[in-house]
């Protein structure tokens, strides 16, 4: 097997000699942002997507990129080539970079750190197929949801509280009113609609959201951004989640209340083929 490459501040260097500074913000505070960008058949799917919200992260942050988007880009790429990822992801992080520990932002001579390596992973084809189960969780995260932050506490929580019950998600809720999962978007269908949460400050606009938003705008699926309520997920049709890693999840069950007849509904399965053909023809991939 080859040692994996990973870029670590301008340079490509074998994994073990990746080495991070004590003092760098992201590692103190989680002052930094990420993207977590899918490969299928050694092709990055929606690269331009991930990069421009990462951009977007950095801006909301006051975080300078020390990279432009097209250097950056060719990065990511470089490292799918040396690694020679055929089905996998590239995790692309950066801080604010090193400077002694002090809440206020460093002088602007401080430069951002920037790491990228990659890993195979296989599409989870059995679970998209069987569905997944989810539990409740309250949603106690802080309210720039819209920022794709290293800042993943209240995230990990509820993942934890949901994991450590078996379930594969937590799907979070501000009171009444259902958010995001701790790591994808939410959905639900009621009356053969598709319902998620609108793109505000309380969830991250998920570019997989984005893509299932634009496939059944052009399939003719009616897909509405409203925020619903608990009882609504819970009496919907059908529910799936969506992530880059999970793509189109179905969830048969939340806590203890089945969802439809227990098994995917029939217009998530029918997203799934969806997104598989634009997988298909974005990355030249055979269809499942
Ligand atoms: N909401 C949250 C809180 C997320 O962390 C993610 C993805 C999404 C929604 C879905 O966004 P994408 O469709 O753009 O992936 N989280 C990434 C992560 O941390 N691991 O994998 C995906």
């Not at 990659?118 to 084809?125: H, Y």
Request: aromatic fraction near 8%; charge should be negative.
């Amino acid at each position: 097997m080859t040692v994996e490459t990973v870029f670590l501040n301008g340079e490509f260097v074998k994994r073990k000699d990746a080495k991070v500074d004590i003092e760098d913000r992201g590692y103190q505070f989680g002052d930094g942002i990420y993207e977590v960008i899918r490969v299928y058949n050694g092709e990055v799917f929606t690269m331009d997507e991930h990069m421009e919200r990462l951009y977007q992260s950095a801006e909301k942050m006051k975080l300078k990129i020390p990279f432009e988007f097209k250097e950056l880009s060719s990065i990511v790429f470089k490292l799918i080539e040396v690694n020679e990822v055929q089905e996998g992801s590239v995790y692309m992080q950066v801080s604010r970079g090193i400077s002694p520990r002090q809440h206020h932002f460093p002088a602007g001579d401080v430069s951002g750190s920037v790491i990228a390596y990659t890993k195979e992973m296989k599409r989870p084809l059995k679970q998209m197929q069987e569905g997944v189960t989810a539990m409740l969780v309250e949603d106690i995260r802080w309210l720039r949801c819209d920022i794709k932050s290293l800042n993943l506490l209240g995230n990990l929580l509820a993942k934890e509280e949901a994991a450590s019950r078996g379930h594969f998600e937590a799907i979070q809720h501000r009171g009444e009113t259902v958010t995001e999962g701790s790591s994808s978007n939410a959905f639900i269908v009621k009356d053969g609609t598709i319902f998620t949460h609108p793109a505000t400050n309380l969830i991250l606009n998920g570019i997989t959201r984005r893509v299932i938003k634009e496939l059944a705008d052009k399939n003719g699926v009616p897909f509405v951004e409203k925020t619903f309520t608990v009882d609504e997920l819970l009496s919907a049709e059908e529910i799936f989640i969506a992530s880059t890693t999970s793509e189109v999840m179905p969830v048969v069950k939340v806590d203890d209340v089945t969802i439809g007849q227990g098994v995917p509904g029939s217009l998530t399965t029918k997203l799934q083929e969806l997104f598989s053909k634009r997988i298909k023809e974005d990355c030249k991939v055979q269809a499942v």
